[in-house]
């Protein structure tokens, strides 16, 4: 299983970006795909999730400015990011699990002034 992430860059505090990933492989219909980021100096956390069903889950810190959504026939998920803070800055991994978890190669998200 491969995933490719695309989206990342630099964008201004207050400003939007979207973060795609598309996994290609092996892959169970059933299965849970999302994002984890990295800050500078800190450990890697959850940001959002979407089972094949379509329930999701965020993190308390983005609720509200971030959307997590899905294609399954094709693979792919995608997060919206809205009303990027710099503490939003950090190195952004897409994962897909079903029997394992499955990490893409990160893209990064600086916001800055």
């Known amino acids: 299983v491969q995933l490719q992430a695309s989206g990342g860059g630099l964008v201004q505090p207050g400003g939007s970006l979207r973060l795609s990933c598309a996994a290609s492989g092996s892959i169970l219909s059933i299965n849970t795909m999302g994002w984890y980021r990295q800050a500078p100096g800190k450990q890697r956390e959850a940001v959002a999730s979407?089972?094949?069903?379509?329930?999701?889950n965020y993190a308390a810190s983005v609720k509200g400015r971030f959307t997590i959504s899905r294609d399954n026939a094709k693979n792919t998920v995608a997060l919206q990011m809205n009303s990027l803070k710099p503490e939003d800055t950090a190195v952004y991994y897409c994962?897909?699990?079903?029997?394992?978890?499955?990490w893409g190669q990160g893209t990064l998200v600086t916001v800055s002034s």
């Open positions: 994962f897909i699990r079903f029997i394992e978890t499955f």
């Open positions: 979407i089972s094949s069903g379509g329930s999701t």
